[in-house]
């Protein structure tokens, strides 16, 4: 049986349970799907090959995902991998298992890949929650991140595809569905529409949740169906900073008024919303002042969850090129942040 190792995003988590399907006959191989988001994402991808192969010295190991995607030589300079494909072949990679490959290294542009894996899976393993991916890749550039360069341009799945997927989950036992991708608020024609039709057409849908949301980019409609008592009420807002200025260096598209306009907004609609947020501590620039206005946000907003990281620089971003805070720092402002949430349960 194949042995698929997933690193990072639930977006992997989708693309991992693919190939373990595609490939659930196939013994002594070893997929690891591979994170990119930091550079010490990609460090513990190269740790995790090396630990599998001395695990698993006769057995096949093949590197795929995002890092292999955006440093697919470092990966090809490894002993320890066979082969490395990148997130377009990902998607045809029962192919190059089953063929003679030469090449050690297959990783095309990404920004020519215009489609997406259409296989339906029929099981999570390990999960009562099932991930279904509705977009792919990202327009946008947020000065501090990689993945546009690692998952391409957005595109969409159909919405008739993803009504069945959910329905080939359902009819498997699985209840709760979470809506993921690496931009989903720029869903097309609008996440509100997807959102509305798969209430409409899947009325035993019992729970239905969603990824990271851009505050940015929710749409009306969205708000308007938050009522709906299928709709999970924890919503995740990508909100990464509380000072407008630092947001605008990041190049994020809303502001901190924008955020806590939208949690007031939904909980009109649905008064037991909860929200949950991505916050990057020690972004280049960031003053005593600005951090402060983190904090306040926090409460401003009514936000309950917290995912907080000390700022990391990724080669290949602007971000990485700013003035830099200590390190020493960022993780200080990550501890405060963490324990301020603490202190108010």
Do not use: W
């Amino acid at each position: 049986m194949v042995n698929v190792v997933t690193l990072g995003c639930r977006i992997n988590t989708f693309e991992s349970e693919i190939l373990k399907e595609k490939l659930l006959n196939i013994d002594n191989l070893i997929i690891v799907n591979t994170c990119a988001v930091t550079g010490e994402a990609e460090r513990q991808c190269r740790q995790t090959i090396r630990k599998l192969r001395k695990e698993n010295p006769d057995a096949k190991i093949v590197v795929t995902g995002c890092a292999a995607q955006i440093a697919p030589k470092k990966f090809e300079s490894m002993e320890e991998v066979d082969l490395v494909l990148g997130n377009k072949e990902k998607a045809e990679i029962e192919k190059y298992i089953s063929q003679d490959i030469t090449e050690k290294t297959i990783v095309g542009d990404i920004f020519s890949y215009d489609d997406y894996d259409k296989y339906l899976i029929t099981s999570f393993e390990g999960r009562n929650k099932a991930f279904v991916q509705v977009q792919q890749g990202c327009d946008h550039r947020c000065t501090y991140c990689i993945v546009p360069y690692a998952r391409g341009s957005n595109r969409s799945v159909p919405k008739e595809e993803i009504i069945k997927q959910i329905k080939e989950l359902l009819s498997n036992g699985y209840d709760e569905i979470c809506l993921t991708g690496v931009d989903i608020c720029s869903y097309k024609p609008s996440l509100g529409d997807l959102v509305e039709n798969i209430l409409t057409e899947i009325p035993r849908l019992q729970s239905l949740q969603f990824g990271s949301l851009d505050p940015a980019a929710i749409d009306k409609k969205f708000i308007s169906l938050t009522n709906d008592k299928r709709i999970h009420p924890h919503f995740h807002l990508s909100v990464q900073a509380g000072d407008n200025l630092v947001l605008k260096r990041m190049k994020r598209r809303h502001t901190r008024e924008d955020v806590i306009n939208l949690c007031k907004n939904i909980r009109k609609i649905r008064p037991d919303a909860t929200f949950g947020s991505d916050f990057i501590c020690g972004f280049p620039t960031e003053t005593n002042e600005a951090f402060a206005n983190t904090l306040k946000l926090i409460d401003e907003a009514g936000i309950d969850k917290l995912h907080v990281f000390p700022y990391s620089e990724r080669k290949g971003t602007p971000a990485a090129l700013m003035p830099q805070i200590p390190v020493e720092i960022r993780k200080q402002r990550a501890k405060t942040l963490r324990e301020k949430r603490d202190s108010d349960d």
